[in-house]
């Protein structure tokens, strides 16, 4: 079982950076693929990107590729992504989610088995 808390959500301007963070609870985090999604209002859940549990494999939407990076660190149980030169596009809930997998990532939701509650972003033009 693992408890997932997203934090760094908030107001930004097109352009600006954020750094969203995902702790979470046990002693197994390194066991877990990690991923985060996000959800405009009114539209489905969609992949933002994936991480291996070890973080030598990563995955990215190409909504978000060159701008977006995802990374871990299993010694703090926390995975991260890094958000730069925002777009109003990007404003969403942030989800990040776990899965057990050995080796690889999952970059459909419908993978993984844990959630957290979701961290609100807005991006302003």
């Known amino acids: 079982q693992v408890q997932l808390v997203e934090s760094g959500g908030g107001l930004a301007q097109a352009g600006d950076s954020l750094r969203l963070s995902c702790a979470a609870s046990?002693?197994?985090?390194?066991?877990?693929?990690m991923g985060w999604f996000r959800q405009a209002l009114g539209k489905e859940r969609d992949t933002v990107a994936a991480i291996s549990r070890t973080g030598g494999n990563t995955y990215y939407a190409d909504s978000v590729k060159g701008r977006f990076t995802v990374s871990r660190d299993n010694a703090k149980n926390t995975v991260y992504l890094q958000m730069n030169s925002l777009k109003p596009e990007d404003t969403a809930v942030y989800y990040c989610a776990a899965a057990p997998r050995y080796s690889g990532y999952f970059s459909r939701a419908s993978d993984y088995n844990y959630w957290g509650q979701g961290t609100q972003v807005t991006v302003s033009s």
């Open positions: 046990g002693r197994t985090f390194s066991s877990y693929a």
